[in-house]
């Protein structure tokens, strides 16, 4: 059973650039769901997927959008990059909306310079 | 929304010893998570517990969801469980985790 993978692991970009960040959720989840971490502060919720419709979203400007596709992979994608957006995001992926608990990923570390 | 509390915010302790984290939140909740972060930033998951209590090793947690509140347990530690302790929590009315801003704990040898 493979676990819950993200893709690039580390990443800088300019202010103003666009980015997007890829996630695999682990085998049989169907939900996935992005979490935004400043250095020493907890996760901060920015929205979840459920078989390809977003299921609730956190406090987040619309410039962060994401897609959930057929085999429940996700990418979330921010534009116009600022630089409090440096953080690392997290993916976690769960079956039906959180039941039984969420797995994480290893994160991707995104600095904008 | 729902707060999540936790303490104590540090923790320093020698190897061998134990700890107790404590966890308070504000509303009902379908679901408790405790985590370990690494030192790489992965969110390791310990528990799913929304109640009742839960033992892996030397880790335990339990859970008293009417008066809203979790432990976790850690005995005799090791320099390996450094790093911050995460409590989530998700709503009875959603399925989104709310976090605690953690305990990081350092265990020396």
């Known amino acids: 059973e493979t676990g819950v993978t993200q893709s690039p692991t580390h990443l800088i970009k300019t202010r103003g650039q666009q980015v997007t960040l890829r996630c695999s959720s682990q085998?049989?989840?169907?939900?996935v769901s992005w979490y935004q971490q400043a250095l020493g502060q907890g996760p901060q919720f920015i929205f979840q997927?459920?078989?390809?419709?977003?299921?609730g979203r956190g406090n987040f400007p619309p410039r962060f959008s994401g897609l959930q596709f057929p085999n429940y992979s996700s990418e979330l994608n921010v534009n116009a990059l600022e630089l409090d957006d440096s953080a690392l995001y997290l993916c976690a992926s769960s079956l039906f909306k959180g039941w039984n608990g969420y797995t994480f990923g290893s994160g991707t570390r995104l600095t904008v310079v | 929304g729902i707060q999540v509390e936790q303490s104590p915010p540090d923790l320093i302790l020698q190897e061998g010893a134990n700890s107790t984290l404590r966890c308070n939140f504000s509303?009902?909740?379908?679901?408790l998570q405790w985590f370990h972060q690494n030192p790489w930033g992965q969110l390791i998951n310990l528990f799913y517990i929304p109640s009742g209590t839960k033992q892996n090793g030397r880790l335990s947690a339990t859970t008293v969801a009417t008066e809203r509140y979790s432990l976790l347990y850690i005995s005799s530690s090791q320099t390996t469980d450094s790093g911050v302790y995460f409590c989530?929590?998700?709503?009875?009315?959603?399925?989104?985790?709310?976090f605690g801003e953690g305990t990081q704990l350092t265990v020396n040898p």
């Open positions: 085998s049989g989840h169907n939900t």
């Open positions: 989530a929590v998700a709503e009875t009315s959603g399925s989104r985790l709310t």
């Open positions: 509303d009902s909740v379908n679901n």
């Open positions: 997927y459920y078989r390809e419709e977003e299921n």
